[in-house]
């Protein structure tokens, strides 16, 4: 099983579409959890971080269940910039001082006009 | 966040030789990683650059293979050594926030093809 899993897509919709991203991750010490955005060949930014609360930045909001090992990332009212690959990514306990992080394979968006 | 650079941003390599990439941070950080992204993959670590000291290896990865350096706190070098053309790949470095629990920055990345 991998450590993080993510539907690989490719997700097609509409401008203005309301989309989903789901990730589950099997290592229950993990520790941080983000989403990154990847576009087509550039490096992987830093989207959000993820809280067990929840969180949201302007169009995207991102939810953690600890319980079910389940991070969500929603995208309201796309636009055809949000199109790229998402990355969910945990951090988990390594035998150095820092945490490691563990990428998904990403789930690809295409926002079409 | 930190501005991180890379050199070279790609390059197109015969098997059996070895190229060396190099990444600047315009700030001191604690922690570097380098990252290899094969073609339509995620990203996977291969070492934690550590200053003044040998780099810490992941599981599959090799000193003699990806030899690393980090003379300070802004730089460090990884080598392909040997190159095959399984090392086709993209070598990102990146490095720890300080401001923010595990968050990783990350350079642009080079593009190594080997014939």
């Known amino acids: 099983r991998k450590e993080v899993e993510q539907d690989p897509g490719p997700f097609n919709v509409p401008e203005g579409a309301t989309v989903a991203f789901n990730c589950t991750y099997s290592n229950s010490a993990s520790q941080s959890f983000f989403w990154y955005r990847q576009d087509c060949r550039k490096e992987p930014k830093l989207l959000m971080s993820v809280y067990s609360s929840g969180n949201e930045d302007g169009r995207f909001t991102a939810q953690l269940n600890r319980a079910s090992q389940y991070i969500s990332l929603l995208i309201r009212d796309s636009k055809l910039s949000d199109s790229a690959t998402y990355l969910c990514v945990v951090s988990v306990a390594s035998s150095g001082s820092a945490r490691q992080l563990t990428f998904g394979s990403g789930t690809q968006l295409t926002v079409l006009p | 966040s930190a501005v991180i650079s890379q050199k070279p941003s790609r390059d197109i390599c015969q098997r059996g030789t070895s190229l060396t990439i190099q990444c600047q941070v315009d700030?001191?950080?604690?922690?570097m990683f380098w990252y290899r992204q094969q073609p339509g993959q995620s990203l996977t670590l291969i070492a934690t650059a550590n200053q003044g000291s040998e780099a810490t290896y992941e599981s599959g990865f090799v000193i003699d293979k990806f030899p690393i350096s980090r003379p300070n706190l802004t730089f460090s070098t990884l080598t392909v050594s040997n190159m095959s053309p399984e090392d086709s790949s993209i070598y990102l470095c990146?490095?720890?926030?300080?401001?923010?629990?595990?968050?990783?920055?990350f350079g642009p990345g080079t593009r190594l093809t080997v014939l």
């Open positions: 700030s001191q950080v604690t922690m």
């Open positions: 990146s490095v720890l926030d300080p401001t923010g629990p595990d968050t990783q920055y």
